[in-house]
């Protein structure tokens, strides 16, 4: 961030050097606040779903909570399957919601899980627009890409869910903070809410501070992943060793840390009387051993570091010198290809696709072979299927029961500015132009009993209808109750508007 | 006389391209392929002649030998022409088709690049790579982290302008496409890149450029002599040649750059 404001300030003295420093974080807050929609947007979309009455359930809390159980679940090497998140989901969903069957609460919990995904959209992320400045001081729209669950698989071929780094920073509520610090942070806080004995805070920070672990577990785990495809891409000179160096030293203080809570922690469960004082004690000496767990496991890891990197070292080694020179396909080509704008990539990869893809003889099916063709099996298409995609559907609305025309045709009739008039009369005068008219007529006319004068002036609107029973009785063929005096009100602007609020509802009041 | 020995030769020239047709029939296999393949090693009037035959059906032979057979390739709008709209044509996806095709086409530079991981790879002819879905997302998905790394440490903003998506760059839209993603029934999603690297590789094998190994890390694959020829008689050049045209791409001294580049670039 400083390093940014130098950079601006030595390049753009006539800037106005708040605008500039204004950005950057602006524009890091707006992302931070972009990770939050999609939970918001479960909230907002949950009364769309027509399998249940769902208007009931938390989903940003359930989404919260999936994406605690990803994160908990990630191991070194692995996360959790979708199905076991689920599992785990549904007694949560159960307390919310108890009296709905079990059924209901897996697919809300699917429902959840799909969404943090983002299921049916090709890249299976979140897309939001934020605004920075450019060069020039001009204001540009940028999209900012962001996933919360990602799908993985794994080498024996199993599809996993990891929490990426954007959902492991929304869900611990430390946005763009750095993780050395955080981490050091959080445990200094536990010590001295365990020292004055506060519990539901201190299994607050050990949870924080295993969720740092589980983030700098993931960055080793990458590190160690791009070392086996390619050991130059890593940094084992410096930063590797650094990184491990770093690791190890936490490692180190963790333990002693987390031993010293540990006893702490036991004794204080041993000795606490009130009951859900020690439940929560032993809440949290589970998850204190858990982070000692997790820190053998990522010590094992480091150790296990160096000697990857030898090995793959050896493997990658060794190759004869080059006998001819030929194009470099991975340097020169892909690289180069990858670092381009999509619009300029597309000539060097369609190029290179339709002269490596070969010729394609034209068939030309004779009898026999038409035959044949029609006689094959249908292809098995186990593998490459086009996905089918669940459109989010909403329901269509009601079809009209009366057109355009009538609308029109019972707006002249009731157009009363000059005299009121009788609903008997009103409908008499529908039947002439159309039978079906009196129908629409008798329900505005009942729609004008009472109408909503608020509503009126705030829509700017000149006049209004107003129906007043007087006691007559109706007489006809197809409608009941009392024939109303039907007439057109103006509406009053502003001061005057609120007397005849005020007349009006007076009148209603008499009327009813 | 002389006239049906014409005949006879036109023929012959015209079967040597025919069976370059056939993609998975080998020389080794058909005693006809193979004479005619010795043929045109040893007789130049004969070579001249199946180039002739090739360029009136709108072809280009790049290489005919034992191993791989006749290799060829189309010359443009030819009626042997594999056009990437055809290709691609499944995955189109409203305005969204030019980048689906990016990525197709970044996928099989992919796999010649992780089939002939080294320039060297590419001339030896005795060469045989070895790839697999598994290994081609992995090292795309890591030259892609590498280049945001690179970005990063420009200080670049890199999110691409709303209103101009086609400016995003290509490793950003590769890294956020999903390895793998599971549809409803199950299924490998054809839309996330291992899907898309799945239907590469198994196009490949039915054009004889590819054959299949076992199942292992999503589907390996060996590379075969002919796709050698095609990627490097071919397809490099004319990328290359492209890239040269935008002014993006450093000749490069023989050592190869997936094992021995930058320490910043890598």
Known sequence: MSRWTTTVGEVEYDEPAGVETVDEGLARRMKALACTAPLHDLDNRKTRLDWADASDYQMAEIALQAIDQVTIAMDFDRGANHEQVVARLCPFIATQVPDRDHDEHERVARWVLDNLINVGSVDRGFQAVYGTFGGAGEYQRRSFDFKLLVELVSGEGDVYLRATDEAINVLVGALDTDVESAQIAAEVKLENLIKRGRLSDARLAAEQARYRTVQYADTLRRKLEATRRDVRAVDWEREVPDLIDEALRHIEDRFRAENAILNNITTARDDAEELDRKHRAAQLVDIVKDCIRRHTQLQARLQDAGETFRTEQDRQQFSAPARRATIDLFGQLLVPSLDLPLADASNPTGVFFGAAAGIDPPSVPGLTGLVEMLLVPSQDREHLGDEITEPDLAPLPDPDRYSEWQWRTSDSLLDLAEAPRRLSGLLASAREIDPDLAGLVALRVVHAYGPEVGTAIRHGDQQLLIAVDDGTELVDEQFGGTDLLVASAHVARAGEAVEELATLSTEDEEVA | ?266
């Not at chain 2, 010795?38 to 005919?64: I, M, N, P, S, W």
């Not at chain 2, 239907?199 to 076992?214: I, P, S």
């Not at chain 2, 095609?230 to 935008?246: C, G, I, N, S």
Request: proline content about 3%; hydrophobic content about 40%.
């Open chain 2, 1 to 266: 006389m002389s006239t049906t020995q014409a005949v006879r030769d036109a023929e012959s020239a015209a079967r040597l391209v025919a069976l370059g047709m056939r993609q998975k029939q080998r020389p080794s296999r058909d005693a006809v392929y193979t004479e005619l393949v010795q043929r045109y090693a040893q007789d130049d009037a004969f070579k001249e002649q199946v180039h002739a035959v090739a360029a009136g059906l709108g072809l280009v032979v790049l290489g005919v030998t034992m191993q791989s057979g006749t290799v060829l390739a189309s010359t443009e709008d030819s009626v042997f022409e594999i056009k990437m709209d055809e290709y691609a044509k499944r995955s189109a996806i409203g305005g969204k088709r030019s980048a689906e095709k990016v990525l197709h086409g970044l996928i099989h530079l992919a796999v010649a690049a992780l089939g002939f991981p080294r320039p060297d790879d590419l001339a030896n002819e005795t060469y045989v790579g070895r790839v697999s879905v598994e290994q081609v997302d992995g090292v795309v998905r890591e030259a892609c982290r590498m280049l945001d790394e690179r970005a990063k440490h420009a200080e670049a903003n890199n999110d691409p302008l709303e209103s101009a998506p086609e400016l995003e760059r290509a490793w950003r839209a590769y890294s956020r496409r999903p390895a793998t993603a599971i549809t409803k029934d199950g299924r490998l999603a054809a839309d996330s890149t291992r899907g898309m690297i799945t239907k590469a590789m198994r196009f490949l094998a039915e054009q004889g450029f590819l054959t299949h190994v076992n199942n292992e890390e999503g589907g390996t694959y060996r590379t075969t002599p002919r796709y050698q020829i095609q990627v490097r008689e071919l397809a490099a050049t004319r990328a290359f040649d492209e890239l040269l045209d935008l002014g993006v791409v450093a000749v490069g001294d023989g050592t190869g750059s997936l094992r021995a580049a930058e320490p910043e670039t890598l």
